[in-house]
C-alpha cells in the first residue's frame, strides 16, 4: 500500500514553528535578537518581542527580491551588517 501524505496546514505551520521557537530560545540564554528574514519569518516577530528580544527584519535574498525589488535585495548586505553593528559582540 503507498502511504499519501496530505500537505501541513498554515495554521499547523506556525504552530508548530512558534513552539520550536520557543524551544529553541530557551536554549540560547544569551541571546539578544534575531534577524528575521522574509515575509513568512517576520510572523515570528510578535513572539520574538514577547521573549525580550529585539526584532530586525530584512528582504529576503531570493531570485524573485532580486527581479521584483533590485534596490531592497542589493541592500541587504549592508542591512546585516548595519544590525551586526547595533547588536555587536558583547552581551
Known amino acids: ?7 501541513v496546514t498554515p ?3 506556525m504552530r508548530d514553528g512558534t513552539e520550536a521557537l520557543a ?4 536554549l ?3 541571546l539578544r535578537g534575531a534577524m528575521l528574514v522574509g ?14 528580544l529585539a526584532v530586525f527584519a530584512s528582504c ?3 531570485p524573485n ?7 531592497r535585495w542589493r541592500a541587504i548586505p549592508s542591512e546585516w551588517a548595519r544590525i551586526a553593528g547595533i547588536m ?3 552581551p
Open 60 to 62: 529576503h535574498p531570493s
Open 23 to 26: 524551544r529553541l530560545i530557551d
Open 11 to 13: 495554521v499547523e505551520l
Open 88 to 90: 555587536g559582540d558583547a
Open 39 to 52: 515575509r513568512k519569518a517576520e510572523r515570528a516577530g510578535a513572539a520574538l518581542r514577547d521573549r525580550g
Open 65 to 71: 527580491n532580486r527581479a521584483a525589488a533590485f534596490a
Open 28 to 30: 540560547l540564554p544569551d
Open 1 to 7: 500500500m503507498v502511504e499519501r501524505h496530505r500537505s
